[in-house]
């Protein structure tokens, strides 16, 4: 009769074996030292307890007493595995095959769980199928057998469809500048990346808010954040604003909670401290945790255990509103929250790509890490992030810079130097975001040079899609992401003012750097005028094409709102062409631009159309640039009597 107890906790079900083995044996554990089998139990008692090392200890001392003591090994190799070195435990595994493998066989399901730890799939299949013939397993043993053969097959997949693409590397441990012997997790960065902000676990119970500076490629000492934002409270897994003007976090069981773990804003104050923390509406007697803005900080995603979900925890999203509210929740949909758990979000500075973590989409087993990519539809189905990033272990919180590449996640993984540290790592192209650059600045009066409080748009092109609509800070100071790859119509409005329009075209530029745009408002009054920089033609044509339409309905707005405004559309070209042709196609296009105002119920009086062909450009004619710049069209306030 065989009773082997056996410590691996990274198992789905701990099995207790006791069982008839089938096969014949050469060793036998009771005709070992007895003073090698006290240890054994010692070790396991102590490795029961945690004490890992004193039980490793009273192991190595058995082995050297019975250096052929079979459960021994096997438990050693538990140990190994649970303090996730699996290259130990392997070792050990294989040992113990070695003297006696018919004794050992039902813990080839252990084995290819440490096989796995290491990344060996193959391996790891080969061994939980041969785990899975053993004629006399109980159905607990098939059941968990069967679950790892199916995450193991789910590996091997993965990585035939997409390992390829995985960047040379493992994860990258960073430096002790960031990292401690207390635990690191929930890294959150601003959009130029200069500056991390993670959660530090102080003495094994008092969480605080740390952040590192980014200077000449080395992350610098970390430092509590200055101001009232760390209490003598517990603060965690906080999500940084991508401009760095405020931080979303979570905070459990404050005194004016709504439930056990609540939802908290804390703003950037001008000095560079953080204000006091404040409680968002949106919070219930339930569980919200994990943040995420989005870069225009309009939406706020996070996890839920809120009624109404799919599961225990949900990802769910809100939306603020006019006054600083938000809205009431929305559950992202059965695509993204499954019966199991959902947490993590993290959306990218492209808006469009979200990381979470799951227990419930098929993966490598326990919590991993997934994307899914917002659609016209709705959310994409999620796409595990693959091995090396997702284990067999745990996998917590993801951010992903802007380059859409490089990731920073949280792990105690072996080289760590505390309990959780942080670490960076290259995307395999599969489960990239979109590179993205970012354009921030001031809006301000030509006039005055102060700052003005304004509403900025940025608009898709392609598709006539707003992809950001933001406030600017009672400065005028804002900041708007970019991602590559597609046309945008940039503008920028405030009542009593021309708005300001801008074309940016990301299909060549690569996003190692932002673009700093200041931006000059011009009060609405007689003489005053603007470059109308998003409205488009076909070539040598007068039809205007349909990216023009975002900004002519700018336009329309503006004239609308101030019934007082009298302007006149100039139409330009560079020197292509006669004279005559020129002047003759900028006046038609400028007349297109009245007509299309006309059909938009502005009043024909207040419109004047006028040509000027080749005879006023602002840039030279020797070059391509400069003749785009002189193809334009303006607008010119004609009269203003408000």
């Not at 003598?232 to 909670?257: R, S």
């Not at 001008?270 to 404040?278: F, L, V």
């Not at 951010?399 to 130097?417: M, W």
């Not at 745009?517 to 007068?542: H, K, M, W």
């Amino acid at each position: 009769m065989k009773l082997i107890r056996f410590l691996f906790l990274t198992t789905l079900y701990m099995v207790t074996i006791s069982n008839t083995s089938v096969y014949a044996q050469k060793y036998n554990p009771d005709k070992m030292n007895k003073k090698a089998r006290a240890l054994n139990e010692r070790a396991y008692e102590e490795a029961i307890d945690g004490r890992y090392t004193n039980a490793l200890n009273f192991l190595e001392q058995a082995l050297k007493i019975e250096p052929g003591f079979v459960d021994v090994y096997l438990t050693r190799a538990g140990i190994h595995a649970n303090m996730r070195n699996y290259v130990a435990s392997i070792l050990d595994f294989k040992k113990a095959f070695e003297v006696d493998a018919p004794y050992a066989a039902e813990f080839r399901l252990p084995y290819s769980i440490s096989l796995a730890g290491n990344g060996q799939f193959e391996e790891a299949l080969e061994q939980i199928n041969r785990f899975l013939e053993i004629p006399t397993l109980n159905e607990q043993s098939i059941k968990a057998g069967n679950y790892r053969k199916g995450t193991y097959e789910f590996a091997l997949g993965w990585k035939k469809q997409y390992g390829a693409e995985i960047l040379p590397g493992k994860p990258v441990h960073l430096s002790d500048s960031v990292n401690s012997k207390d635990s690191e997790y929930f890294p959150s960065l601003t959009i130029d990346g200069k500056t991390m902000v993670f959660t530090r676990r102080l003495n094994q119970y008092d969480e605080d808010f740390y952040y590192s500076v980014l200077e000449n490629g080395a992350w610098q000492g970390a430092k509590p954040l200055e101001g009232k934002v760390n209490t003598n409270l517990n603060e965690g897994a906080q999500n940084i604003a991508q401009d760095g003007t405020l931080l979303v976090f979570t905070g459990c069981n404050y005194p004016e909670g709504a439930g056990s773990c609540d939802l908290y804003i804390s703003y950037l104050r001008k000095d560079g401290t953080w204000s006091e923390a404040e409680n968002l509406n949106i919070n219930t007697e339930g569980w919200e945790s994990t943040p995420s803005l989005s870069p225009d900080k309009s939406e706020l995603y996070f996890s839920s255990n809120n009624p109404g979900g799919f599961g225990g925890k949900d990802i769910w999203v809100t939306r603020k509103l006019s006054g600083g509210k938000w809205s009431k929740p929305e559950n992202l949909g059965p695509t993204i929250n499954t019966p199991g758990d959902e947490s993590c979000p993290f959306i990218h500075a492209d808006n469009e790509t979200l990381y979470f973590n799951s227990t419930g989409h098929p993966g490598y087993g326990s919590t991993d890490l997934f994307l899914s990519r917002k659609t016209a539809a709705g959310w994409g189905e999620p796409l595990n992030l693959g091995y090396p990033l997702n284990t067999i272990d745990d996998e917590g919180s993801l951010v992903v810079a802007s380059d859409g590449v490089t990731a920073y996640f949280s792990s105690d993984r072996g080289e760590t130097v505390g309990g959780l540290d942080l670490f960076s790592f290259q995307l395999p192209g599969a489960v990239q975001a979109t590179p993205t650059r970012w354009v921030r600045g001031k809006v301000y009066d030509v006039k005055t040079n102060e700052g003005l409080p304004s509403a900025v748009e940025l608009t898709n092109l392609s598709n006539n899609e707003i992809v950001f609509k933001l406030q600017t800070d009672e400065d005028g100071n804002y900041l708007a992401t970019l991602p590559q790859g597609k046309e945008y119509a940039f503008n920028v409005s405030r009542k009593g003012y021309l708005f300001f329009s801008a074309h940016y075209a990301l299909n060549q530029h690569t996003p190692e750097s932002g673009l700093t745009v200041n931006i000059p408002l011009q009060p609405l009054e007689t003489g005053a005028s603007i470059i109308l920089n998003n409205i488009f033609y076909d070539v040598n044509a007068t039809s205007l094409k349909e990216e023009s339409i975002q900004e002519l309905n700018q336009l329309v707005h503006l004239l609308k709102e101030n019934p007082a405004l009298h302007i006149r559309i100039e139409g330009h070209t560079d020197n292509t062409g006669t004279p005559a042709d020129n002047l003759r196609l900028s006046t038609q296009r400028a007349q297109t631009v009245v007509d299309y105002l006309i059909t938009k119920g502005i009043e024909k009086n207040r419109l004047h159309a006028k040509g000027f062909g080749e005879t006023k450009p602002v840039d030279s004619n020797n070059t391509e640039e400069g003749k785009s710049r002189n193809r334009r069209t303006e607008l010119h306030i004609h009269q203003y009597s408000p």
